[in-house]
């Protein structure tokens, strides 16, 4: 979106309807926006690190666990490992899923080590 004095700004609206009034508002002088595109969102992975953490009679377990998990646009699909890793370690095995599409998301699923138990 853009205002009269040529600030840009971007939001991300969920659905098909107009964004929340405030979003259309410049947040820089708050002027209305005076020009507004949509553009749809590309097919391209969400990803979400799980805390694997528990927690029994005031003991903390699995502090350093996460499991990974992939979600398709709009979370029509989602994965999640069958085991859990590292902060370090799951973090690299997010950088697999960037800017690629589901299809290809799911194929690097399978190739990874997400399915095997730990
Ligand atoms: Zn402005």
Redesign the pocket.
């Known amino acids: 979106m853009?205002?009269?004095?040529?600030?840009a700004w971007w939001r991300l609206v969920d659905g098909p309807g107009e964004p929340p009034a405030g979003e259309m508002l410049?947040?820089?002088?708050?002027?209305e926006a005076v020009v507004a595109m949509r553009h749809p969102l590309a097919d391209r992975v969400t990803v979400t690190l799980v805390p694997a953490a528990w927690e029994r009679e005031g003991t903390i377990g699995f502090r350093d666990e996460y499991f990974v998990e992939i979600s398709s646009h709009r979370h029509a699909e989602t994965l999640r490992s069958a085991r859990t890793y590292s902060w370090e370690t799951a973090q690299e095995r997010l950088a697999w899923f960037k800017d690629i599409d589901w299809e290809a998301a799911k194929r690097r699923w399978t190739r990874g080590d997400f399915t095997k138990p730990a």
């Open positions: 853009r205002c009269e004095d040529s600030h410049c947040p820089e002088d708050g002027g």
